[in-house]
């Protein structure tokens, strides 16, 4: 055993050794609080746990690796987050306490900024309703629900179902057909929004 | 008498009036007064925090900023509906956790002369009020109709077992405050496997088909279990699994017929309220025939009304007669 032993330098360690976070980073920075979206193990519990798992084009698990692999461009455009429901059954069974759903809404928040939603379905439900809530103080449901599905292709095809719902939501629930009531404090409301959109943008 | 601030939300004056009403009625009964928050605005539900996070918090905040104002003495918010319950206290969260995040709201409120000092003010769902202030023992005493015979699922949803900031609820998949409260009721009560899956939430105006299902699971689990009626805490909740659940059945080409009440509208009912005082006869998949089943009449459903008789007018041709159909005029048996 007089063999010599030539030590050479172990394979390269790959990508971690260079690993550019910077995408990651500012995912958890946009996101309040501390996500711990750094922590993730890729255990896979979020998309196992997910309800609406079979409607998105990425796992939430694969959202993360690309999140860390820099793969901006990818999870900007992918209906994931969009597909989100907001039950947090991932973010109570993750086992690092990552915050996934408020992530879901970060990236639905950075996907709109970058300009990369490739299906405006969600995008736009959210644009309406938060239009009411501007201009009123109140969301309007049967408003909302009006122009959303009469403004998508895809919702339109169920228009006629949704002619008896809308009566019964005017006959049996009493719902109003007008807007809601102004609230008292919509200028204050307004600057307070505006506000928070400068401040959103720094 | 105990006394809390109260936070509707929008949907308890449009889509959720019953909810309003048996709210009303049992926190009279259970003498707990609530103080409506001067000029509150709309939470956002999930469709701000999808846009514009700054803002979404802000608009949330307001209302925390102002229930802070006209707390005079009083430190617990109530909320009815489960989103509107968890952005509330989300807001309160991270401002208190988020420190930097905290004071950037504030910068954004005093745009309006408001100010909000995170951790003020505790923000609860009503069952969590009911259960853990007011009491079993109360609720007990109260009960002059127990709901005996009736078999209710309880269904708690999303978003008030998770992410329960402050660990308000016995499990964050399987609580069993509901399930306790309606057994106090009398109501007989299922093991419901599913009490806090998904209903769907926006996905019917978004993802129909993704909501069809979600919505499917639920009803077709508690019809399983030979439910009566599925017991709901959240407008959102009950609008999913009762307003489509007809477009549901379309889909699916199925016949389900599970009525979905608030557990307000069967606590009223224990507690000796008149069902109309309570928003019954405003679902669209009836709760008459359940609760004919114990004894309890409510306003019956458009479709079991006496049909209006024909008048006897002229002979017209059969309303499905096409153009090239020989058409029958009269008593079809007769003529064949």
Redesign the interface.
């Known amino acids: 055993m007089s063999e010599k032993v030539t030590l050479v330098d172990p394979p390269s360690a790959g990508p971690v050794a260079h690993e550019d976070l910077s995408l990651l980073n500012e995912v958890s920075l946009?996101?309040?609080?501390?996500s711990h979206l750094e922590m993730c193990i890729q255990c896979g519990t979020c998309g196992g746990s997910c309800?609406?798992a079979?409607?998105m084009d990425h796992t939430p698990r694969a959202i993360f690796a690309m999140l860390r692999a820099g793969m901006r461009d990818e999870v900007m455009k992918s209906n994931t987050p969009?597909?989100c429901?907001?039950?947090?059954?991932c973010?109570?069974r993750c086992p690092q306490d990552i915050?996934i759903?408020d992530v879901m809404?970060?990236l639905?928040?950075m996907a709109?900024k970058s300009k990369m939603v490739q299906d405006s379905?969600?995008?736009d439900?959210?644009?309406t309703?938060?239009s009411y809530?501007k201009n009123y103080?109140?969301?309007?449901?049967?408003g909302?629900?009006g122009i959303?599905?009469a403004t998508h292709l895809k919702?339109a095809a169920?228009l006629p179902?949704m002619i008896?719902?809308a009566l019964?939501?005017l006959t049996?629930?009493?719902?109003?057909p007008l807007p809601?009531k102004r609230?008292?404090?919509l200028d204050?409301?307004k600057?307070?929004?505006?506000?928070?959109?400068e401040?959103?943008a720094e | 008498m105990s006394e809390y601030l109260f936070y509707p939300g929008c949907s308890m004056e449009s889509s959720a009036k019953a909810y309003y009403h048996s709210v009303m009625s049992v926190c009279k009964s259970l003498d707990v007064k609530l103080n409506e928050i001067d000029d509150w605005n709309c939470c956002g539900a999930t469709e701000y925090l999808s846009l514009d996070i700054t803002p979404a918090y802000a608009l949330i905040a307001r209302n925390l900023a102002l229930a802070e104002q006209q707390a005079n003495g009083l430190n617990t918010i109530v909320a009815p509906c489960s989103a509107c319950y968890l952005n509330l206290s989300k807001a309160d969260h991270y401002m208190h956790e988020d420190k930097a995040f905290g004071k950037k709201i504030n910068t954004a409120l005093a745009a309006g002369g408001l100010h909000y000092d995170p951790g003020q003010m505790v923000v609860r769902h009503l069952l969590d009020v009911v259960i853990n202030e007011v009491g079993m023992d109360k609720v007990k005493e109260r009960i002059v109709k127990p709901l005996t015979g009736l078999r209710v699922a309880p269904y708690i949803g999303c978003m008030l077992p998770r992410p329960d900031y402050n660990k308000r609820y016995s499990d964050s998949e399987h609580p069993y405050e509901l399930d306790d409260l309606l057994r106090a009721l009398g109501a007989e009560v299922i093991d419901f496997p599913l009490k806090t899956a998904c209903c769907g939430g926006h996905m019917t105006q978004i993802g129909p088909d993704t909501a069809f299902e979600l919505i499917r699971r639920l009803i077709s689990s508690a019809d399983d279990y030979k439910a009566d009626v599925l017991v709901a805490l959240c407008p959102m909740c009950q609008m999913n699994l009762d307003a489509f659940q007809g477009q549901m059945n379309g889909y699916f080409h199925t016949n389900y017929h599970i009525p979905i009440l608030f557990f307000t509208q069967l606590m009223g009912l224990a507690f000796g309220e008149k069902p109309e005082n309570l928003g019954f006869g405003s679902e669209f998949v009836s709760a008459h025939e359940a609760m004919q089943r114990i004894g309890v009449q409510t306003p019956l459903p458009d479709a079991a009304k006496p049909a209006p008789k024909k008048p006897a007018g002229l002979p017209m041709p059969p309303a499905r007669a096409r153009a090239g159909q020989k058409i029958t005029i009269g008593n079809e048996e007769a003529s064949k």
């Open positions: 946009c996101t309040p609080g501390d309800p609406s079979s409607a969009w597909m429901v907001s039950c947090y059954y973010t109570v915050h759903t809404y970060t639905k928040n709109i379905t969600a995008s439900f959210s644009r309703f938060i809530v103080g109140r969301s309007f449901e049967i909302l629900a959303q599905n919702l169920r179902n008896p719902m019964g939501m049996k629930k009493g719902m109003s809601p609230i008292k404090g204050g409301l600057k307070i929004l505006d506000r928070a959109q401040l959103e």
